[in-house]
């Protein structure tokens, strides 16, 4: 019954707390009342509209696709920080009893895939997979640990509330089992992930056989045209879109943000992956995506950085360092490649530094150029979830 007439977003909170407040002002709309001449002001500049999402965009919301199912995953939970083990009390277990290899992985977060060089792991997780007790007890130190520090915490929970009866009574058992996740990757030789949280969008292949916490997106994708896609500016700004905010950075959820998003029509009318990759402008998208994927790798040994730091040079309209020159040119072409598997090669991506709306500058395509992308891939949207395409 109402319309946004004003907004102004990202707003610095004046007092002590680290946070961003976004300023709204709704006019109520009487049956009696004719409303206004549908001017508003959004960031201090006047729009027709403002939509529910504080932008001058139409107001559509995307349909979850079929197509996308069983391909984009949130990591899994554990419930109870106990499974969790530092590498060196890892190391000493499997050292002790080699058969412990059976429940001790390497445990992947979002913070060692956008700090470390090498997005490795730096703690192991205990896993009992979904073993009854006296399977899990025949690895005696492992469950001494679980016990020790994770049992006492399930104690604690409220029987009454929703599945925490099944976690006390099974408290060797994680909340999840990620047998989706395992079912899905298992025919790849490695799979992508990015962080849930994360200020930039930075997608990287990682090994299979790691355990991906529940603070990361697992994709399960192994061919290095599907990296250029999700890396690709195409889906990152549909990413901004569709994902919610966490201060500067973005949550991307995996049901918003993947299961809405289009693929190009060709890759959806190949017989199978195969023929699609065959397809020139896919072939060259996945030569451009190796090329990315490696030339990045070999920047972030030689620095010894991680991801964000690498994004936070390729951003920076200060550094003209020879290989982060190198990496843009590659991240232009890389854009250029998915719109061209669109069939939209009628846009001039206008890669440059441009600021964002708030007012950080990034290396990427221009915002209107995007603002387009973002309605071609709505309609594309609407037109797969009616089976229009």
């Given at each position: 019954?109402?319309?946004i ?6 707003v610095r909170w004046p007092?002590q ?15 009696a ?12 500049h ?35 920080i106990?499974?969790?083990l530092e590498?060196?009390e890892a ?12 429940c ?5 977060n979002g913070?060692?895939?956008?700090t470390?060089p ?5 703690r ?10 006296a399977?899990a007890?025949q690895y ?9 520090r994770?049992k006492?915490?399930?104690e ?8 925490y009866?099944?976690l ?24 992508l ?8 969008h ?8 790691w ?11 192994d061919d290095d045209?599907h ?7 195409v889906h990152?700004?549909?990413?901004w ?12 959820t995996?049901t ?6 289009p693929?190009?029509?060709?890759e959806d ?11 020139p402008?896919?072939?060259?998208a ?13 920047i972030?040994?030689?620095r ?19 290989d982060?020159?190198?990496l843009?040119?590659l ?27 708030r ?12 603002r ?12 797969v979830?009616t089976?229009?395409?």
């Open positions: 019954g109402g319309r007439v004003f907004a102004r977003r990202f007092g707390a680290s946070v961003e407040v976004n300023l709204v002002v709704i006019e109520a709309l009487r049956a009342k004719t409303p206004g001449d549908g001017s508003a002001l959004l960031d201090d006047p729009v027709a509209a403002i939509s529910s999402r504080l932008d001058a965009e139409e107001e559509i919301e995307p349909q979850r696709l079929k197509r996308n199912e069983g391909k984009g995953f949130r990591g899994t939970a554990t419930r109870g106990g499974f969790v590498a060196a190391e000493a277990l499997l050292a002790r009893d080699p058969r412990n290899a059976d001790l992985f390497p445990y992947l913070d060692d895939l956008n470390h090498a997005q490795q792991p730096g192991w997780v205990i896993c009992f997979h979904d073993w009854d007790l399977r007890q005696p130190d492992l469950l001494r640990i679980v016990e020790e994770v006492p915490e399930r604690k929970l409220r029987p009454e509330v929703s599945g009866a099944r006390k009574d099974n408290w060797w058992h994680w909340a999840e089992t990620g047998r989706e996740i395992r079912r899905a990757i298992a025919p790849l030789r490695r799979v992930v990015r962080a849930e949280v994360s200020q930039m930075m997608v990287a292949f990682v090994p299979k056989g355990v991906y916490s529940h603070m990361l997106v697992v994709f399960a994708f045209y990296f250029a896609l999700l890396q690709s500016g990152e700004a549909w990413v879109r569709q994902a919610s905010s966490l201060e500067s950075r973005n949550r991307y995996p918003d943000c993947f299961a809405t998003f693929f190009p029509p060709a009318a190949a017989p199978d992956l195969a023929r699609a990759l065959a397809l402008a896919f072939a060259h996945a030569q451009i995506g190796a090329a990315y994927h490696e030339r990045r790798r070999e972030m040994q030689a010894r950085i991680g991801l964000t730091k690498t994004y936070n040079l390729l951003h920076d309209p200060a550094c003209r360092d020879a982060i020159a190198d843009r040119r991240h232009a072409a890389l854009d250029a490649a998915i719109l061209a598997c669109y069939g939209w090669d009628d846009l001039d991506p206008g890669h440059d530094f441009h600021p964002n709306a007012g950080q500058m990034r290396f990427g395509m221009a915002p209107d150029v995007q387009v992308v973002v309605q071609r891939l709505l309609d594309l949207n609407l037109a979830a089976g229009r395409v």
